[in-house]
């Protein structure tokens, strides 16, 4: 198993809908790859802070600054 195959079975690795076999490859393609068990890792938490439904308020200062870089790049697709 390479890195491509590893984020191929991402999603079926965390839904529990892989086989044994393939479990197994997984498992020791994560042994001696540092960069996609950083990426396992790192899946694994955002999926954590999605399911605790935390709520993070933002300032009004910060919520106008995203909006307007959300819109300066939306124009800037457009005009390209």
Do not use: W
Request: some cysteine.
């Amino acid at each position: 198993m390479n890195c491509t195959d590893f984020l191929s079975q991402l999603t079926d690795y965390f839904d529990g809908q892989i086989s044994p076999e393939l479990l197994e490859e997984v498992r020791t393609h994560l042994a001696g790859c540092s960069h996609c068990e950083v990426v396992l890792n790192t899946t694994r938490q955002t999926i954590e802070v999605y399911r605790g439904n935390e709520i993070y308020e933002i300032s009004d200062a910060l919520q106008e600054r995203l909006h307007s870089a959300i819109m300066t790049k939306c124009l800037e697709k457009k005009r390209a």
